[in-house]
Each structure stands twice: as structure tokens, then as C-alpha cells.
């Protein structure tokens, strides 16, 4: 089950996290929001808590 991690205000934003996320060897996808032009950056549930602390560093 994919989980929601953090909803970014743009393609370009999401898409840096992404690959950023995708370096450190997480699965990651991207899903388009209905809200504006927001995407949403999920995960699976399992590697919730991990992907949290790479991405505290990545968004500081």
C-alpha cells in the first residue's frame, strides 16, 4: 500500500524529491492532486518512517 509523504506545490518540486529520494534507494511515485497544481509524493507504507528522516534533510 502507497502512502502520502508530502504534497509538493509543483511538477518540478515533486519531481526533484523524487529523484532525490530515488537516489537514496527508496520506491517513489508521484500522483497529481485535485487541489490546484499540487502533486503528492508517496511511498509504501512499510518504508514510511525511513523516507521521513531523508526527507527532513532534503526539504531543510
Do not use: C
Not at 3 to 10: E, G, K, L, R
Not at 32 to 53: D, F, R
Amino acid at each position: 500500500m502507497w502512502t502520502v509523504i508530502y504534497i509538493a506545490p509543483s511538477a518540478k518540486i515533486a519531481e526533484k524529491i523524487q529523484d532525490k529520494l530515488t537516489a537514496e534507494g527508496f520506491l517513489v511515485k508521484l500522483r497529481q492532486s485535485g487541489i490546484s497544481k499540487q502533486y503528492e509524493i508517496l511511498v509504501p507504507a512499510g518504508e514510511v518512517n525511513e523516507v521521513q528522516e531523508v526527507l527532513s534533510t532534503i526539504l531543510h
